[in-house]
């Protein structure tokens, strides 16, 4: 069974900081792009920023600056430095990556499959 795992959310003052990681494990051939989005009370869910298995970084406007996204694809992990929040960045954030599953290869080959985290919270409050 394939699993995404956050975790790093808590509570922060504004002008603070949070490092969300997000863990892939299960039977994965590979992993391709791999992202962070939200969700506010009420709101759509929001891509934030996204990495490219080569490390190609993009970023919404609203954390551009604030917001880093990176991977360690030796330990299927995607992480998301949060600097400089501000109580609109409260969401709940997930985790998000196209992978390979072995079982479905065939040929050397597979479908890619998009996969999402169970979500954590990050709330920025004083």
């Known amino acids: 069974q394939v699993q995404l795992v956050e975790s790093g959310g808590g509570l922060v003052q504004p002008g603070g900081s949070l490092r969300l990681s997000c863990a892939a494990s299960?039977?994965?051939?590979?992993?391709?792009?791999m992202g962070w989005y939200r969700q506010a009370p009420e709101k759509q869910r929001e891509l934030v920023a996204g990495i490219s298995s080569g490390g190609s970084t993009s970023y919404a406007d609203f954390v551009k600056g604030r917001f880093t996204i990176s991977r360690d694809n030796a330990k299927k992990t995607v992480y998301l430095q949060m600097n400089s929040l501000k109580p609109e960045d409260t969401a709940v954030y997930y985790c998000?990556?196209?992978?390979?599953?072995?079982?479905?290869?065939?040929?050397?080959?597979?479908?890619?499959?998009?996969?999402w985290g169970q979500g954590t919270q990050v709330t920025v409050s004083s």
């Open positions: 299960g039977s994965i051939f590979s992993i391709h792009a």
């Open positions: 998000n990556a196209d992978l390979v599953l072995l079982g479905d290869l065939f040929g050397g080959r597979g479908p890619v499959q998009k996969y």
